[in-house]
């Protein structure tokens, strides 16, 4: 089984508290400027709603995944737990991934580039921003870099909709949310007056 996050859809308020917290773990920046400019910038995870339904929308770690086989850069690749990595630095935003997604949870996103050590592999450091190809990485990095044993997402959704299913099968839940949050307003410009996730 491959580590990934297991929505449950009755529990979700649509709330997109959960895309905020993405935005704001993968750019660096605090979850208070990340909501200002939720709009603007690309989540990982997408809230999606219908009528009667709300549930949030993540890569699946499909096993094998369509991504990893049309990828021409090995950009994106799949290690031996079944887990696809993505090696931005390689991507050359052809944007073939997005059209092989069965659930379409690739978006493409500007975000600085690491620069690579040609010889070792190795990042150096991060210099140039361009546009490539992004999905749900588990917030792996953030994680590590924070300690964490749960992803961003889990920790902002205020109704404990999510859950982190390790690769033994065991079930990592979020603590209780600290206080409850109401669903974001509809857009003006929604005509259904769905608040819908940003492009």
Known sequence: ?????????DKCRACRRCEVACIAAHHGISFKEAMKHRDEMVARVQVVKAEGFKT??????????????????????????????MRVQYCLACKMCIAACPY??????????PDVDA??????????????????????AWRMENGKKITACMEACPAHALALVLADGSVVEAPA?????????????????EAQPAA
């Open 1 to 9: 089984m491959t580590e990934h996050i297991q929505v449950i859809p």
């Open 56 to 85: 949030t929308v993540r890569c699946h770690q499909c096993n094998p995944a369509p991504c990893v086989n049309v990828c021409p850069a090995g950009a994106l690749q799949q290690d031996k737990e079944g887990r696809v990595i």
């Open 104 to 113: 379409g949870t690739i978006s493409m996103d500007t975000i600085g580039m």
């Open 119 to 140: 010889e070792g592999g190795e990042t150096i450091a991060q210099r140039s921003r361009r546009e490539v190809a992004v999905r749900c990485d588990m917030c792996r």
């Open 177 to 193: 949310p600290a206080k409850a949050v109401k669903p974001a307003p509809a857009k003006a410009a929604d005509p259904a007056g």
